[in-house]
């Protein structure tokens, strides 16, 4: 067991830590990062450089057809795709036909609760489920590589429905 | 007392994150009201230079700890006997005492001890227990959960945990930026080491029955993959990465296979069992619905598993002959999962959906009937102790995955403190020799 002194100490420091921290400015365009900033993604519409994979990254997922979102969203203890996702699917599956040298990885997620093990299988079916839609709509299978992370890689901290809903998710990866 | 306890609280919090040698604190929540008074005499140590090990001190704090003794505070110990001959059972009666542990600690010609306790019952004066055992000098620690061991099983009936290991997933770092940690410690939080590390996920850590192997997942290549480690010489060895997931591994009973979870290429998750001397591999279930988490029955004749095939998740179970249909388990609630199979097979662990709320229940095995023992909302990953007494588990506290207890009769509670981030997917150890 810790003396007191360490204890008070340490005590102290929790408290320090708890203060308000001056704000930092980064100048704008200096390349802050969103691990700098524990931003995850919508932040800083400024110059975007070349990307670079990150092995596994989870922030938000670029790439294939312009203007149409990577990420497709389900609804509880479900891997159907809802309608509303359905030109989503119907551009990224045009956009791979078209390009056949493309590969993708298709990255089943679940919002935390209950079991993990579940969750991962959960994940894997959103995936597919994703899969399959993309291939039915012209994708050919060696373009497409999926993947459940399950709960392991939530997009959203939080343990509110809000957080959830943003986490129940299948991205669309391109460059893998 | 209390004021102690939550200072250690914030002890942990307050550790930095970065710190990895970092130790477990347990604490008992809510112990038993009928728990049983005992006292602990400090051993005797007669030889040259001080005491090398406080053997009483571990044995109080393991009988504390487990929530079904009341040590007597070492301050109120009125006389100090070392052996049972010297134990006055009217004196410790009027402390309202039911047992007292005396014996003595020598150093032997060798450079080992020689650890002496004996257990005397205040009611009567009877002998309990009087053991003589010679301990390696690195050794006094564990000698000395084996007294508590020794002790458990005399007065509950029950043999003693207290000499078993934990191994659980460690995470730290930001959800950009996670770091994870297959860790083994003492029952006890003690002696925690990193076994393998990985900035991808590491999953489902199951011991082998001998104590010696853990199987686990992890994506650090990218994809999920199991792999069987031995501890004694870090080897690690890839055992399955099939396309698609490859998940929840579970030792067969012989350690000589391993049931697990798998995709393939259709995207349909069966389960199968793996034989690991020849990678012959044999689908077990096959069913469009998700069949996932394998656990052993104790005979290893059939295997209980999670399913979603009546619509959402129960617990089944499924021989290992082909042709039978699997026999559901769970009953009561909308979501049942993560079965674990308790020592004698008469109690299924899960979690369930309880009033909104994921928590730790238990099943019994042939009736189905299931007692919530958790009270938290996202209480998962339930593992159960060797002797079938306890169950650890991960609970959600402060936003947070730690580790908590409870008995399996849901009466007494634990919480695991930790200095380093996030505990989580604890897998108690089998009895080790």
Redesign the interface.
């Known amino acids: 067991m810790?003396s007191l002194p360490v204890?008070l100490l340490?005590?102290g420091?929790?408290m320090l830590?708890g203060c308000p921290k001056k704000p930092t400015t980064v100048p704008e365009g200096s390349g802050s990062t969103?691990?700098e900033s524990?931003a995850?993604e919508g932040q800083g519409e400024g110059q975007v450089g070349a990307g670079r994979d990150l092995?596994?990254?989870?922030?938000s997922p670029t790439g294939g057809p312009a203007g149409i979102s990577n990420v497709i969203y389900f609804d509880f203890?479900r891997s159907d795709i809802r309608p509303e996702y359905a030109t989503v699917i119907t551009a990224h599956a045009r956009h791979l036909a078209a390009s056949g040298g493309v590969k993708i990885r298709v990255e089943g997620h679940t919002d935390?609760?209950?079991?993990?093990?579940?969750n991962?299988?959960?994940a894997?079916?959103r995936?597919?489920a994703v899969?399959?839609a993309l291939m039915l709509q012209g994708a050919g299978d060696t373009q497409l590589t999926?993947?459940?992370?399950?709960e392991?890689?939530?997009?959203a901290?939080g343990?509110d429905e809000s957080a959830y809903e943003k986490n129940r998710r299948v991205e669309l990866v391109y460059g893998r | 007392m209390k004021l102690r306890r939550t200072?250690l609280v914030?002890?942990a919090?307050?550790?930095p994150v970065s710190q990895a040698g970092a130790q477990l604190t347990v604490q008992i929540l809510k112990g038993m009201a009928e728990s049983v008074p005992i006292a602990i005499v400090p051993l005797a140590w007669d030889a040259a230079g001080g005491v090398p090990y406080d053997v009483a001190a571990t044995v109080q704090a393991d009988l504390e700890r487990s929530g079904r003794f009341r040590p007597l505070p070492r301050s109120q110990l009125v006389e100090m006997p070392h052996a049972a001959s010297e134990v006055d059972a009217a004196d410790w009666r009027m402390l309202k005492v039911d047992y007292v542990l005396v014996g003595k600690l020598e150093p032997m010609p060798d450079g080992r001890y020689e650890l002496r306790y004996e257990l005397v019952s205040v009611a009567n004066g009877e002998r309990l227990l009087g053991t003589a055992m010679p301990v390696d000098a690195k050794a006094l620690k564990r000698a000395s959960h084996r007294v508590s061991d020794a002790v458990y099983e005399k007065i509950l009936g029950v043999r003693g945990a207290f000499a078993t290991r934990i191994a659980y997933v460690a995470v730290q770092g930001?959800?950009?930026?996670r770091s994870y940690r297959l860790v083994v410690s003492d029952a006890d939080g003690a002696n925690e080491y990193t076994v393998f590390g990985s900035?991808?996920?590491i999953?489902?850590p199951a011991w082998s029955p001998d104590g010696r192997s853990l199987a686990y997942v992890s994506?650090h290549t990218?994809?999920?993959a199991i792999y069987v480690q031995t501890l004694s010489t870090g080897n690690q060895v890839q055992v399955s990465a099939k396309s698609?997931?490859n998940?929840?591994p579970s030792f067969s009973p012989d350690g000589k296979q391993l049931a697990l979870?798998l995709?393939r290429r259709?995207?349909n998750?069966d389960v199968y069992v793996l034989t690991l001397a020849d990678q012959n591999l044999k689908r077990l279930t096959d069913d469009p619905s998700?069949d996932?988490?394998p656990a052993w029955a104790i005979d290893g004749r059939s295997i209980y598993f999670?399913s979603?095939r009546a619509g959402?998740?129960q617990v089944y179970n499924v021989g290992l002959e082909s042709g039978v249909r699997p026999r559901r388990v769970t009953f009561e609630g909308s979501?049942n999962?993560?079965p674990r199979v308790s020592p004698d097979g008469r109690l299924i662990a899960v979690?369930t959906?309880d009033r909104g709320g994921?928590r730790i229940a238990s099943v019994d095995a042939q009736r189905g009937g299931l007692q919530v023992l958790s009270s938290g909302?996202?209480d998962?990953?339930p593992s159960i102790a060797p002797n079938g007494a306890d169950i650890i588990y991960t609970s959600?506290v402060g936003?947070r995955d730690s580790l908590a207890i409870v008995s399996s009769d849901g009466r007494i509670h634990q919480q695991i403190a930790t200095s380093a981030g996030e505990l989580?997917?604890p897998a108690w150890s089998p009895f080790q020799n």
């Open positions: 810790r204890l340490l005590i420091t929790l830590a969103a691990e524990g995850s092995p596994g990254a989870s922030g203890d935390e609760r209950g079991s993990r093990e579940y991962i299988a959960l894997e079916r995936a597919q899969r399959r999926t993947v459940s992370y399950g392991e890689r939530p997009t901290p343990s | 200072l914030l002890v919090l307050a550790w930001p959800v950009t930026k900035p991808d996920p999953m489902s994506f990218g994809l999920a698609g997931i998940g929840a979870a995709s259709d995207g998750v998700i996932t988490e999670t979603d959402a998740p979501y999962a993560s979690v959906l994921y909302q996202l998962e990953s959600r936003g989580r997917e």
